[in-house]
């Protein structure tokens, strides 16, 4: 789960794409975080080792390896390899020896990795005795002296069957329907016309399909055709007993060249890892067991570099929870994310993308990141999040990670900002690492004044009312409404009472001191009057419009009421307007209808609940969805439609 919900499965998969066999994409699909401090330097190392190999001298040349499993396993169990196989085998062969070339070339570096390449059998022989029997997936005639006079006399005998033909189609030119000579089931026959087939001497082979053509091997050949026959068994007896011997060299070889396979397979794994690093501009990670971490200008991997605010993030020391807050979209859950992702990524022994980090080994990484509602389990967001939680505090221990956005959100925000501390007062008790990002002002305060807490904020430009994605720890993020409505021409009065029902009445808030309210509410005036307000439009009411009869408005959203002349049955989606006319959905469509057209058949209070949502009725799924999102904050693009 917590690979999905920080989306490491997208980085497992990059690191598949720059993979080449398939067993080294196996590997890198399982990645997991290490836990032995020893493995995970290891694994960091030959990373590093890799990235200096490949910025050095480039990427080696590593080959699929697709089915060579297959073929040793024939060669073992006694099968004959075709050419085309054997060629195959010979080509691995020359990437093993170009593989150990380039690390031999990347000993001059001086990094370990490149001695891997001691590791690996020398398959030159192998190599040679394929390529000096096959080619272009043919055994060549120089593979054995056997072969090479069998398939000379081949060739004397087929010329000579050509001569002796072509000297009969020369000579009676009027007997054949073609000028050329063909090969009909393995035999060299003449195009004969059917009422010249008694002229020619031989044995008829085939017809045409349409029968006017005979198809005749003549009796002069028929000697030299059952010699050609013979010798094509001894060639094909020659190929076979040359093939058989390159499969058995194959068998012998077949240890050496799983060990090759296993080598350039591992390889293929770490510089997989090198590539990742290369492209993410990537450095390694130093690594600790004291639980602290510490990242410098790091960037989440996923995100375009150039669109990337850089991260400075800090915890430990004394400081075991970090708590985030600020506006929407300010990139809180971005920063969470990229804390754990990296740290993930570090404890895989891959580079990450930062400037310099300090990554604190973890037993596991905790999420509760999103809303996770779900409909078929019948779950609200608090209901999954509280799921989540609960199951998150079982399994924390001392030396976890617990990642938690948007904490105690999604319920009654007195009793959300509860159980955000009970939660928080929780996990400070495990004495594990963790990050919680939340809106309530309370718990600010309670991490201002609990032991082991820090406060921490995404910046916000009050100019532009722009969010910054700026992390700063050490400070609470404040509430930026009562700025932004006074940035935007509220006025000071609204201004005061908005600050003493948000902050006067109910407690002392340790971040909004009355020198906050001045600041807040200062020179509105000014700024509101310097503003060009556009004139107040007026309605200008049409004098000779007659007044709607009061009938009009007994119709009420959800009455259900049939529309004559053509009797057909709606619903109310809307009361009347000033010319009477009523809002009716007919068959999903709606329409505004005069009131004398219609009739009521039964009232919403017969039909629905008092409590009833009718935008279940009305309102399209887009529609709903997108109130639903507006309801938390500002999308842009996202339109609600109304009916007209």
């Not at 090479?148 to 010329?159: G, P």
């Not at 904020?457 to 400070?475: C, H, N, T, W």
């Not at 000033?578 to 039964?602: C, D, Y």
Request: charged share 25%.
């Amino acid at each position: 789960m917590t690979n999905q919900v920080l989306e490491f499965h997208i980085i497992k998969q990059q690191l598949m794409d720059y993979a080449h066999s398939e067993k080294a994409k196996q590997r890198l699909s399982a990645l997991e975080p290490y836990l032995k401090e020893t493995e995970i330097t290891a694994r960091t190392k030959e990373t590093t080792d890799a990235r200096i190999l490949l910025d050095a001298l480039g990427l080696p040349p590593f080959v699929s390896m697709k089915d060579l499993d297959n073929l040793l396993d024939l060669a073992e169990k006694g099968s004959m390899l075709l050419p085309e196989q054997l060629e195959y085998i010979a080509q691995f062969a020359s990437a093993s020896k170009r593989l150990a070339d380039y690390f031999k070339r990347g000993q001059n570096y001086e990094v370990e990795l490149a001695y891997y390449v001691n590791s690996m059998e020398d398959l030159s022989p192998l190599r040679e005795d394929i390529f000096q029997s096959i080619r272009n997936k043919q055994v060549d005639d120089y593979a054995s002296p056997q072969l090479k006079s069998i398939r000379k006399e081949l060739e004397q005998i087929n010329q000579q069957i050509h001569a002796k033909l072509d000297s009969i189609m020369k000579g009676k030119k009027q007997y054949f329907s073609d000028s050329y000579v063909s090969v009909r089931n393995g035999h060299f026959v003449l195009p004969v016309k059917k009422e010249y087939k008694l002229q020619i001497s031989g044995s008829v082979i085939d017809t045409s399909s349409s029968g006017a053509t005979y198809f005749i091997e003549p009796t002069a050949i028929s000697k030299l055709q059952e010699t050609l026959s013979l010798c094509e068994i001894e060639e094909d007896n020659e190929v076979r007993k040359i093939l058989y011997s390159l499969t058995c060299l194959v068998h012998q070889y077949a240890p050496a060249i799983r060990r090759n396979m296993d080598a350039m397979e591992t390889l293929d794994f770490i510089f997989a890892k090198a590539r990742l690093s290369s492209d993410l501009n990537a450095v390694p990670a130093k690594l600790n067991t004291q639980q602290f971490i510490h990242i410098k200008k790091g960037r989440h991997p996923l995100l375009a570099k150039e669109k990337c605010v850089p991260l400075d993030f800090s915890i430990g020391n004394g400081i075991r929870g970090i708590i985030i807050t600020g506006p929407n979209t300010g990139g809180k859950t971005v920063a969470i994310k990229t804390v754990g992702l990296l740290s993930i990524m570090a404890q895989c022994g891959l580079h990450i993308p930062c400037e310099n980090a300090d990554i604190c080994i973890t037993n596991q990484i905790l999420c509760d990141i999103g809303d996770g509602q779900s409909i078929t389990e019948n779950l609200s967001t608090f209901s999954s999040h509280i799921t989540n939680v609960i199951h998150i505090l079982q399994r924390t221990t001392v030396e976890s990670l617990v990642l938690l956005d948007e904490l105690g959100s999604g319920t009654d925000p007195q009793e959300g900002m509860g159980i955000a501390i009970a939660i928080l007062e929780e996990l400070r008790k495990k004495n594990c690492l963790f990050i919680a990002t939340t809106h309530y002002p309370e718990v600010k305060d309670y991490a201002l004044r609990t032991e082991g807490l820090s406060n921490a904020r995404m910046a916000f430009d009050r100019e532009s009312l722009k969010p910054l994605y700026q992390l700063e720890i050490g400070e609470a993020g404040e509430s930026c409404a009562i700025y932004i409505a006074k940035r935007l021409g509220m006025s000071k009065e609204m201004l005061t009472t908005a600050y003493q029902e948000a902050y006067g009445r109910t407690r002392t808030h340790s971040f909004h001191k009355d020198v906050f309210l001045e600041e807040t509410i200062s020179n509105v005036a000014t700024e509101t009057s310097n503003s060009a307000w556009e004139p107040i439009p007026e309605v200008v009411k049409n004098q000779t419009d007659k007044k709607v009869g009061t009938h009009a408005f007994r119709f009420e959203i959800g009455d259900s009421v049939v529309v004559y002349p053509q009797k057909k049955i709606g619903i109310v989606y809307q009361t009347a307007n000033g010319k009477g006319e009523i809002g009716v959905q007919i068959q999903g469509n709606k329409q505004l209808i005069n009131h004398k057209r219609l009739k009521l058949k039964a009232s919403a209070k017969e039909l629905y609940p008092d409590d009833y949502d009718f935008s279940i009725i009305f309102d399209s799924v887009e529609n709903r969805k997108a109130r639903h999102k507006m309801e938390k904050k500002h999308i842009p693009g996202v339109t609600i439609e109304t009916p007209h």
